[in-house]
Nanobody, 116 residues
Framework: VQLAESGGGLVQAGGSLRLSCAAS????????MGWYRQAPGKAREMVAV????????NYADSVKGRFTISRDNAKNTVYLQMNSLKPEDTAVYRC??????????WGQGTQVTVSS
């Protein structure tokens, strides 16, 4: 399984970005896909996760109401719509896929920088 992220960049506070994560390879057994982020000097944290079946979602408290995770099963792609961005959202965002066997795959990451 390969994960390719796109959509990061530089934006002013209050702005929006949409991240995409396209999965290729043996994706039919996907259990969950999600976005994680890591800022310099900080631990990696879960941002948002979506399941493959019912499409249940889970968000970090810090992004609830501002970020939305969604998926396009036909394209094996997961999106993260980020609105009302804050400087503290600045981080490298990485896509993660967990398959039904419990194997974990990570994308390379995309930088999101929010200026004040």
């Amino acid at each position: 399984v390969q994960l390719a992220e796109s959509g990061g960049g530089l934006v002013q506070a209050g702005g929006s970005l949409r991240l995409s994560c396209a999965a290729s390879g043996s994706t039919f057994s996907m259990r969950t896909m999600g976005w994680y982020r890591q800022a310099p000097g900080k631990a990696r944290e879960m941002v948002a996760v979506i399941t493959s079946g019912a499409g249940a979602t889970n968000y970090a408290d810090s992004v609830k109401g501002r970020f939305t995770i969604s998926r396009d099963n036909a394209k094996n792609t997961v999106y993260l719509q980020m609105n009302s961005l804050k400087p503290e959202d600045t981080a490298v965002y990485r896509c993660k896929l967990v398959n039904n066997a419990g194997y974990i795959y990570w994308g390379q990451g995309t930088q999101v920088t929010v200026s004040s």
